[in-house]
């Protein structure tokens, strides 16, 4: 079993900056991809962003050029960096890991989903 905890979510005006973090604990083994999602009230579960191990990305085209996806494989964390924030990125956004699949992985692909936090965009 994996347990991933996230921190850095919260309540931020539009044009500011979030950092979020997960770190991955329990009996991890080797993970493949490590990833961002986020869900909006009513909407599906959408990528933001993901990373493999050898450091290649995958972005979602809503964030592109302004989220940033990091990784520290020895302390088995992922990070996101967000910046210029809008209203439409507000969300619960959910870590992600997954031991398998092709590149870019699908969220099918995915085996253990951390409980999510919430990042809130003020006008």
């Known amino acids: 079993q994996v347990h991933l905890a996230e921190s850095g979510g919260g309540l931020v005006q539009a044009g500011g900056s979030l950092r979020l973090t997960c770190v991955a604990s329990g009996n991890i083994g080797s993970i493949n991809v490590m990833g961002w999602y986020r869900q909006a009230p009513g909407k599906q579960r959408d990528l933001v962003a993901t990373?493999?191990?050898?450091?290649?990305?995958n972005y979602g085209d809503s964030v592109k050029g302004r989220f940033t996806i990091s990784r520290d494989k020895a302390k088995n964390t992922v990070f996101l960096q967000m910046n210029s924030l809008t209203l439409e990125d507000t969300a619960v956004y959910y870590c992600?890991?997954?031991?398998?699949?092709?590149?870019?992985?699908?969220?099918?692909?995915?085996?253990?989903w951390s409980q999510g936090t919430q990042v809130t965009v003020s006008s």
């Open positions: 992600a890991t997954a031991y398998r699949g092709s590149w870019p992985v699908q969220l099918t692909d995915y085996d253990y």
């Open positions: 990373i493999n191990s050898d450091g290649r990305t």
